[in-house]
């Protein structure tokens, strides 16, 4: 609305200016020298008009004449990068559907159009990349490292190229480079703070931690959370040469993070040692109550030194009464009544809390079974039917971080880097069943627990002060003594005839002693079922005639002692393998954690 009235304006002072110029009377005359010529003012006005329009048509001919070929080196160059800028989308795109040659094809076409371009660059590292061409890429990442708006993204690239190689130590030094210019970098700071971690430099990564906090990268409550897990870490690295220092640490790890299970665990012991039990006690239910483990229950149970076991069983069942039954872990308070049971010689009352999971055991559930077996009666036999169970049964719940599965807890997942990534739950790890070896399994352990336990036999008293003595059962039971009897044999039989039946040919058996390993026709037969059934020999020695069961044994850290807190039996460490043959299956540890970190 103000241009309009401004345009009237305009035309209506233009309109007044030319009717004053006609309105004026008289003539104009312009003399020089011997030339004389007479006109009037509107006349003079016009001509005047007309010789600056054409000075000005002029000037602006003359102006095109002398920017010509300026105008048409940046219409040229224009053309080529809009070529360039085609080439890169195109290639980028190429990348994206992994289309290696038409990705070359378009990082050349944009190296020669658009040779400073940061994304043709760019291009040309990820087209090397998807080649495998390590040595291009790495050449090209170095290019853009050295140009100041591409530094961190060449450094970004060089890491992942660093990390692909396993150069440890040249990955650390590229984020640390990459740190220093931009403290904000979220994948720099994930990556020191992961490598401090792993050398064990806990001052250092706490130094990150608060770095990241003041940039903005974490929120308040995850900071906490983090900076508690360090403390833990480094509490539980000097618990045995800087005990002042890891009680101070694991106190202030406790305040950050009270339901963390290992700091609430060290902080309870520190608290007995100096007869703090009320206080270890609080530490121990806060964290009990947010994640139940078994390391909080046997804390609890040890909170009072000099104990006898029937104190602490009451004291384990105290802590146990804190969950109710519809609650995720009230198996874990009941496993850990059971132990405290087991260790107070209370079998009857071990056996009542175990009774409800009987039927369908995890791991724990049958091992403390058979050490029921063994303790109580001195049953070999019954004992060799629950673990052969614990080697089939379900798994119980262990530290577990990115797939990896530890038996202890660790401030870092050791494939990722990823901090407190460690969580107590089960490990997914399950195979389908062979429907008639399942048959057989279960009328073997039928046949087991059906075996009457061994006659304890009680010398008769002396007239001596001495107390009767009373005869332990025999170690090593007589091989007539641990079979099944008849009717559980009849059992078993008809369950391997009916088996027999279904089977279409015999599968080669393996003895227990032996790692388990796929039957021989699944891995040579490539139209055999993906998934490989690992088969074993029943017990009594006598060869099984349908495949038992898959047993598919966790992966474990290097230093896992098994199932159970207090080590693995001998005949599950014969079923299942020992911790270093399962170790040496693990795809990951530290070397997965610079090779698949970033990729």
Known sequence: MLRIVLFLVLIALA???????ADQPGDLVLTAGAFRATTTLPRFVFLLGLFAAAVVLVWSLLTMAWRAPGRLRRRRHEKRHARGRHAITHGLLAIGHGDTALARRHADTARRLAANDPLALLLHAQSAQLEGNRDEAQRVFRAMAEREDTRLLGLRGLFIEAQRADDAVGAVMIAEEAIKLSPSSTWASHAVLGFRCARGDWSGALAILDSNLSAGLI????????????????????????????????????????????????????????????????????????????????????????????????????????????????????????????????????????????????????????????????????????????????????????????????????????????????????????????????????AMLAAPPPKRVTAAPSESPVEPAVMAPDPVPAPQDNSPPLEAQEILKEAVEETAKETVKEEPVVTPAEPLKPAPEIAESSSAAATPVFRTR??????????????????????????????????????????????????????????????
């Not at 309109?15 to 110029?21: E, F, K, M």
């Not at 045995?240 to 009270?258: H, Y």
């Not at 802590?319 to 009941?334: F, H, M, R, T």
């Open 219 to 446: 929120d308040k409550q995850a900071y906490r959370r983090q900076r508690g897990v360090l403390l833990a870490a480094r509490a539980l690295e000097l618990e045995t040469m800087d005990r002042d220092v890891a009680r101070e640490s694991v106190m202030q790890a406790v305040k950050l993070a009270p339901t963390l299970v290992p700091a609430a665990v060290l902080a309870a012991k520190f608290e007995s040692e100096a007869h703090q039990v009320r206080r270890a006690m609080k530490l121990v239910e806060t964290a009990w109550l947010a994640n139940p483990h078994p390391d909080l229950a046997d804390a609890y149970a040890h909170v009072k030194l000099g104990d006898s076991a029937r104190q602490r069983l009451q004291r384990v069942e105290t802590l146990a009464a804190k969950i109710s039954a519809d609650k995720a872990g009230y198996i874990e308070g009941q496993l850990a009544i059971a132990r405290a049971a087991i260790d107070a010689s209370e079998f009857a009352r071990a056996r009542a809390v175990l009774a409800p999971y009987v039927n369908d055991p995890t791991q724990r559930v049958a091992l403390l079974m058979a050490e029921i077996e063994r303790t109580e009666h001195g049953d070999g036999g019954r004992a060799r039917a629950w673990t052969l169970r614990a080697v089939r049964a379900r798994h119980d719940p262990a530290w577990t971080a990115d797939g990896y599965v530890s038996d202890r807890w660790r401030p870092v997942s050791p494939v990722t880097g990823r901090l407190d990534a460690f969580q107590w739950q089960t490990p997914v790890a399950s195979l389908p069943s062979d429907k008639g070896a399942m048959i057989e399994s279960s009328a073997f352990e039928e």
């Open 538 to 599: 029943a017990d009594l020695g006598k060869p099984a005639q349908a495949p038992i069961p898959a047993v598919i044994p966790i992966v474990r850290a290097p230093d896992d002692p098994g199932i159970d807190d207090e080590g693995p039996s001998d005949e599950f460490t014969e079923q299942i393998g020992t911790p270093k043959d399962h170790a040496k299956a693990q795809a990951g540890g530290w070397r997965g954690f610079w090779s698949r970190w970033g990729g």
């Open 15 to 21: 309109a007044a200016g030319a009717a004053w110029v």
